[in-house]
């Protein structure tokens, strides 16, 4: 097994993240986001199970067309699908890509694996709520000077540090 390459300093992380962003908008005329994915996904999937209730419920039929094209060919499903394929073969080239639990020493494996489920479930419940994400609040959203965006994106941060000091004990 070969020795993992260094991550990338993240300023220049930043400026590629932020180059990505512009060639987004220039290209799609829109910028990132990757809960209208998984929203496209839900929907396609409520609708093969009950298309009654998809089409009457506001959520699902804002995804359902009726065009005949699919909710699955929106460029957002693509987008998130090439960020998986991405991050594998990232993780592959870097060496980085094996099979692990990242967890601190008094913290179990399956207590990691539900706190990140949990996790996980909690900030799509919120992006639904918010009616986006945080890629798209925070990167998109301040790229176009909202002022939500910029409220939420510090509130994010602030939480982040806040909230640090409480679980901090769990990785030591």
């Not at 990132?32 to 009654?52: C, D, K, M, N, Y």
């Not at 009457?56 to 499903?77: C, E, I, Q």
């Not at 980085?96 to 990691?112: C, E, Q, Y």
């Not at 996980?120 to 639904?128: I, N, S, V």
Request: proline share 3%; with cysteine; hydrophobic share 50%.
């Amino acid at each position: 097994m070969r020795k993992p390459q260094n991550y990338w300093n993240p300023y220049f992380a930043g400026i590629g993240l932020g180059l990505t962003l512009l060639a987004s908008f220039v290209i799609m005329g829109r910028g990132l986001g990757a809960s209208g994915a998984f929203s496209s996904v839900v929907s396609v999937v409520a609708e093969a199970v009950s298309p009654q209730h998809a089409n009457a419920n506001p959520m699902y039929s804002a995804y359902l067309d009726n065009t005949g094209r699919s909710p699955l060919s929106t460029w957002l499903v693509f987008e998130v699908i090439g960020v998986i394929i991405g991050g594998f073969l990232s993780g592959f080239l870097a060496g980085r890509f094996k099979r692990k639990i990242d967890k601190g020493p008094n913290t179990t494996k399956a207590f990691r694996l539900i706190a990140a489920f949990l996790g996980g479930a909690l900030m799509g419940f919120g992006a639904k709520l918010a009616r986006g994400c945080t890629s798209g609040q925070a990167l998109t959203g301040s790229a176009l000077l909202n002022t939500g965006s910029w409220l939420f994106m510090l509130s994010l941060f602030a939480s982040g540090y806040f909230f640090a000091w409480f679980v901090r004990r769990l990785w030591k």
